[in-house]
């Protein structure tokens, strides 16, 4: 009851005024008792102030759901599973591989008939935004990871593979030291992948100004 509330059960409170010409009279009121933490839990969600969500945000955790069980996803979707046989994997199992893993995985997955015909374009999409992540040297992460555990220099990579992958043009990029905290083996790729990210630009540019 102390922590969750009384629900509809009302409690006899005790109150002391504390101000006016009845400071000090004790008032006796019943009413339902909210609850610790349902009350902190409504003062997060409906509090503008960030001292305040930051002060309540340290007495909360993350502990997989365990309907669930961390996947995200419902138990029809749970057992729907990508590939043929013993070797296919369900979405939350890719999701949970590195990245250098679930590449290995895409560049590998066959499917027969109308399947493949269907999924082609979008297995090699997944494919092609996965090699970019794994050449800016991310191949250790994992899709299901938390954005909140990430370095700068990984954010930042992260941010420049989605760049390479969506194929923008006419746009400056300030890569302020995008190495960091990769390893030095690495660093070839990055600096291939930059260049790959202009070389892609210059063509844009070409076909460009040819048609015009």
């Known amino acids: 009851m102390l922590l969750y509330g009384s629900g509809e059960d009302e409690i006899r409170f005790s109150y ?10 004790k008032v006796t009121k019943k009413h ?3 609850g610790i933490l349902p009350n902190m839990e409504r003062r997060y969600r409906e509090t503008d102030s960030a001292n305040v969500r930051e002060e309540l945000a340290r007495y909360r955790s993350l502990q997989p759901c365990p309907v669930c069980e961390g996947t995200r996803l419902r138990s029809e979707a749970r057992h729907v599973r990508l590939g043929e046989g013993a070797k296919g ?3 939350y199992e890719i ?29 090699r999409e997944i494919g092609a935004r996965l090699k970019f992540l794994n050449d800016v040297g991310l191949n250790y992460l994992s899709l299901d990871r938390s954005a909140e555990t990430l370095s700068g220099g990984e954010a ?8 390479i ?11 302020d030291e ?3 905290g ?30 015009t």
């Not at 002391?16 to 009279?25: A, D, F």
């Not at 992958?165 to 890569?175: A, D, E, Q």
Request: charged share 20%.
């Open 182 to 211: 990769l390893h030095q083996r690495d660093n070839d790729r990055l600096i291939a992948t930059l260049q790959h990210l202009r070389d892609w630009a210059t063509a844009c540019s070409w076909w460009s100004t040819t048609r």
């Open 89 to 91: 994997k369900a979405i």
């Open 156 to 163: 930042q990579r992260i941010r420049l593979a989605s760049q």
């Open 32 to 34: 339902p008792f909210e």
């Open 165 to 175: 992958g969506s194929g923008l043009t006419g746009v400056m990029y300030v890569l």
């Open 95 to 123: 999701g949970r591989m590195t990245l250098r893993e679930s590449h290995a995985y895409f560049e590998h997955l066959h499917l027969p008939g109308a399947k493949g015909e269907i999924a082609d374009k979008v297995v």
């Open 178 to 180: 995008p190495s960091i």
């Open 16 to 25: 002391t005024l504390e101000s006016g010409s009845s400071s000090g009279r």
